[in-house]
């Protein structure tokens, strides 16, 4: 779904990004890991086109990401950024249905469809209880399944979120996690996370593409990267690799020095 042929990108005169090609297949669950400054944020950025490539290009079923309208390329892809600050106080209704701007007419006035879907993004999160709270009266948990409903809302194809886990108690981390799978599994989007745990990345994606300096090292399932030394070479540390006993799916323990 979607494509990147020779990919170079970044700020100013730097190329964080350098000659990456990249496959991201229609409906997959992909988890973008690497250590702080590889070129995670930089690259899901491009993707959204806040970022403009210096060489390369980045294609959605064949097509430029440049070719796009707003309007359709909202439609498509969905995007939750590293830091979300929220200076007014809207209702979470209210900010959920902000997720719908691609669909509205020239005026922005929500439609009983637009309140519909958001409604439904609301109850899919569990939010229902609190949807005419202000986002300014709920925790951090809470606010990042506010953000996951406005995309739900949103109704793009390709969901794209840059550490939604961030600063989140490990009760809310595998709740994000079990609702992105859910939306993965039950509408087939394709998403696409960057995060920092590669047990989380290892557990819950079918795909891991691991960035070391602005290039794309391996892009496979866990157990095929596993198989390699490369996340120990990579993070400088010495691993034990094993299996979940109940989801076996593997996950690794570092080891410290006596």
């Known amino acids: 779904m979607i494509e990147i042929k020779n990919l170079f990108a970044g700020y100013k005169n730097f190329n964080v990004l350098k000659d990456i090609n990249l496959c991201i297949e ?12 590889c070129g995670k944020s930089t690259l899901l950025k491009t993707i959204c086109r806040l970022i403009k ?16 309208s707003y309007s359709d390329f909202a ?8 830091n979300n600050e929220i200076d007014f106080a809207f209702k979470i209704r209210d900010f959920v249905v902000l997720g719908r701007c691609p669909y509205m007419n020239f005026f922005k006035i929500a439609s009983k469809k637009d309140w519909q879907k958001a409604d439904e993004a609301i109850d899919f999160m569990g939010l ?27 109704d793009a194809e390709i969901l794209i979120l840059d550490e939604p886990t961030s600063h989140l108690d490990m009760g809310s ?8 799978k859910s939306i993965n599994e039950k509408f087939s989007k394709t998403i696409i996370l960057a995060l ?25 399932c866990a157990d095929e990267i ?15 690799i094993g299996k979940n006993p109940i989801s076996k799916k593997s996950f690794i323990i570092p080891i410290t020095q006596k």
């Open 26 to 37: 229609k409906g997959s669950f992909n988890a973008i890991i690497g250590k702080n400054g």
């Open 53 to 68: 490539p210096s060489f390369g290009k980045v294609e959605i079923c064949g097509q430029n990401i440049n070719k796009f």
């Open 75 to 82: 439609k498509i892809i969905s995007y939750m950024p590293q």
């Open 128 to 154: 229902s209880n609190i949807a005419n709270c202000s986002v300014k009266e709920i925790s951090g948990g809470q606010f990042q399944k506010v953000l996951i409903a406005q995309i739900i809302a949103q």
């Open 173 to 180: 981390v595998f709740t994000i996690l079990n609702f992105l």
């Open 196 to 220: 920092h745990d590669l047990n989380i990345a290892f557990e819950f994606c079918q795909n891991i593409i691991l960035l070391e300096e602005g290039k794309v090292l391996i892009s496979a």
């Open 226 to 240: 596993l198989k390699t030394q490369i996340i120990q070479e990579i993070y400088n540390l010495n691993f034990y």
